[in-house]
């Protein structure tokens, strides 16, 4: 399909030259979407990024965004998704989902994207084990909030295995989801660990006026994050 012109460059999964990459690259994972836009989450906000979506996720958060990557997919071999990364010409690159770590494979294509010199970023669920990640890659652990409804499935020990360089995200829904936030930050001393802290209202659920007022009330020492793609191609867009 012929990407909109004014839209992040998609690529189709076909075509990809296989033998451009080291022999177990065979291997394969069942990939989503493979596209080109810019990073509109976390402190590397607004930077142009290409992005491999893995199908499949074990959570069922209220407000997930990208149900459709739960089933959608084709299977591609790790050759084909570094071919198809490479033809954006783009150094930084995240892997998402879905969840992206319930693929076995997806441990090799990262330090395959690593080893291509890549700045490889990782989005995954708080409830998803990171101690197989590769220590370079950027994490970026989402702490599921109660209003998710899969909060009882954080894995609070992913704390202990962060880098220096990774980064806490809480999507808040409502004033309880936000309380709850500021206890975890403390019961769990987050700030002594040097992560980034980010709070994100839930697109359309929560006005980010609120979050912002309750913040500054607070004096939280964390950082409000606003969703850009989707205030550039609006909430319902995919492949951005």
């Not at 990459?21 to 590397?44: K, M, P, R, Y």
Request: charged share 25%.
């Amino acid at each position: 399909m012929k990407p909109h012109p004014q839209a992040p460059t998609t690529i189709s999964p076909h075509g990809a030259n296989e033998n451009r990459v080291a022999a177990d690259s065979s291997a394969t994972l069942q990939i989503n979407e493979i596209f080109l836009s810019v990073q509109g989450e976390s402190t590397h906000a607004g930077r142009p990024c290409a992005f491999v979506r893995l199908t499949g996720c074990n959570l069922r958060c209220s407000w997930c965004d990208t149900a459709y990557a739960f089933y959608e997919g084709r299977r591609m071999t790790i050759a084909e998704v570094l071919a198809a990364v490479e033809s954006f010409g783009c150094p930084l690159v995240e892997i998402t989902g879905g969840e992206p770590l319930l693929q076995d494979g997806v441990y090799a294509l990262m330090t395959a994207l690593l080893d291509s010199a890549r700045e490889v970023m990782l989005e995954t669920s708080g409830a998803s084990d990171i101690g197989r990640v590769d220590s370079r890659v950027i994490k970026i652990v989402d702490v599921k909030c109660p209003g998710s409804g899969e909060s009882e499935r954080n894995l609070w020990s992913n704390l202990d295995l962060l880098g220096p360089r990774d980064e806490l995200k809480f999507v808040i829904a409502d004033r309880a989801d936000y309380q709850w936030a500021l206890r975890a930050i403390e019961e769990h001393s987050m700030h002594s660990r040097g992560h980034e802290i980010l709070m994100s209202p839930v697109h359309g659920v929560l006005d980010p006026q609120k979050l912002a007022a309750w913040m500054l009330e607070d004096r939280v020492d964390a950082r409000l994050q606003l969703q850009i793609h989707k205030l550039i191609w609006g909430a319902d867009r995919r492949g951005v």
